[in-house]
């Protein structure tokens, strides 16, 4: 389950506990924007916020952004985090549509552009709500720890995806994220920015912790922290 908060008109937040998800609905359809770790019901909640088709958009394919896929009859999602990946073996009846960097989906009246910003994940996706002027970020930009350790993440192409988040600034105003706290204001990318490159060049200790079976070290900034192996 989730609690379900109204942010504006056409825009709820749901809250299942450890993430955040969206509803964002146009004129003509709308879109969930994840769909959580701990809500199988999730497209059954979002048909009693919106009498418009929902369709399902992920911001990237980690497990604790899909427990309602099964709700829905596809996946949009970016190639590189489902080709092989944990979505695809959870949910294999949940045909997938390949999203694309630059690429509009448009929900009448509200479009939305797709930013490809691998790092997180190969196939982390940031989704700019075009008028509205608001960034979803996924995972890849909050306040929180990033995990930056196992098989699926990518480091090395983490701080050119924020550089690119910096070279857009100009068409958003704050940014939803998917953990901690959810509104940030725009210039939390060049802090993320700044927090990466001081780890990444050991600037900052960090201490070793246990985390879902794996010994990973934890970073923390005043801005965001890191797992990393
Ligand atoms: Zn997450």
Partial sequence: MADIIKIDNGTWRFEDGFVRFFLLEGSERAVMIDSGINCKEAASLAKELT????????????????????????????????????????????????????????????????????????????????????????????????????????????EASLDKLIALEDEYDQIYASHDEYVLPKDHVRKVKEAWKKVIKGEVSYEMIELFGNRVKSYTTEDCGFFME
């Fill in 51 to 158: 009498d418009k088709p929902v369709m399902l958009l992920n911001t990237h394919g980690d497990g604790d952004h899909t427990s309602g896929t099964e709700g829905f009859e596809k996946i949009h999602i970016h190639q590189a985090d489902y080709v092989g990946c944990e979505v695809n073996v959870r949910y294999p009846s949940v045909a997938p549509v390949y999203i694309n960097d630059g690429e509009i989906i448009d929900l009448g009246d509200r479009p939305l552009k797709i930013i490809h910003i691998p790092g997180h994940t190969a196939g982390s996706v940031a989704i700019l709500d075009v008028n509205r002027r608001i960034l979803y970020a996924g995972d890849s930009v909050q306040k929180g720890h990033i995990y930056m350790f196992g098989a699926k993440r990518r480091p090395d192409t983490y």
